[in-house]
């Protein structure tokens, strides 16, 4: 009887440690299948932030190589404008060169403002004549430092007064009058002093005519 008694708790005993052992072997495949989740999870997070971070990278190349464009854009056109400047500055003639004769042979009836001023520069005054109120270039050639002549009409717009005396003193060597018709010279006008010191004139009108005294 007792011999049975000890068997059947040896059973109970060895029984109770297999269910043991089942249990940590079961929980086992349990702890590798999270332990792979938490794998997997902190993979995709890498992989989202490196998308991001790839993203981020693109987004910022792609502003930079805008902000260089414009910017190269930004300074061809400065150069352009600085070299289109230049070009017209350099187009313009010496005072010194501009006498009657030269008036003579460059300046045309048809010039537009740009062709003249191309030749001549930017005029001493602008305004318009009396008698039609056409407008109206001025340019003083090569006056003296200071040198000055207001016009006898009360109004100032109204520009084509000869100074006679300022030609004779030689505080002025060409007065230059361009009448302008549509944008383009119609009337050319220049008085100035010869060599034995009187006062010259020489009209160039619309038709072609010429006329000199």
């Known amino acids: 009887m007792k011999k049975w008694l000890y068997l059947l708790l040896i059973a109970g005993v060895l029984v109770g440690c297999g269910q043991q052992e089942d249990?940590?072997?079961?929980?086992?495949?349990?702890?590798?299948?999270?332990?792979?989740?938490?794998?997997?999870?902190?993979s995709t997070d890498s992989d989202v932030k490196a998308e991001i971070s790839e993203e981020t990278e693109e987004a910022v190349e792609k502003e930079s190589d805008q902000e260089m464009a414009t910017t190269s854009q930004d300074t061809e056109s400065e150069?352009?404008?600085?070299?289109?400047?230049?070009?017209?500055?350099?187009?313009?003639v010496d005072e010194q060169e501009i006498d009657i004769e030269f008036i003579k042979n460059e300046l045309k009836i048809g010039m537009t403002e740009q062709e003249v001023k191309s030749l001549l520069g930017e005029p001493s005054k602008t305004g318009s004549d009396a008698k039609n109120a056409d407008p109206l270039w001025?340019?003083?050639?090569?006056?003296?430092?200071?040198?000055?002549?207001?016009?006898?009409?009360?109004?100032?717009?109204?520009?084509?007064?000869?100074?006679?005396?300022?030609?004779?003193?030689?505080?002025?060597?060409?007065?230059?009058?361009?009448?302008?018709?549509e944008g383009e010279v119609d009337y050319i006008s220049a008085n100035y002093t010869n060599d034995n010191g009187d006062v010259k004139g020489y009209r160039l009108f619309e038709d072609g005519t010429i006329k000199e005294s």
């Open 23 to 42: 249990g940590v072997s079961s929980n086992e495949p349990m702890n590798d299948e999270n332990e792979e989740n938490v794998l997997e999870e902190k």
């Open 79 to 92: 150069d352009e404008s600085q070299q289109t400047e230049h070009s017209t500055q350099e187009q313009s």
């Open 138 to 181: 001025l340019y003083n050639i090569r006056p003296a430092k200071g040198y000055y002549f207001e016009g006898p009409f009360e109004n100032p717009e109204i520009i084509d007064a000869v100074d006679t005396e300022g030609l004779k003193n030689r505080e002025v060597d060409i007065i230059l009058f361009l009448s302008w018709k």
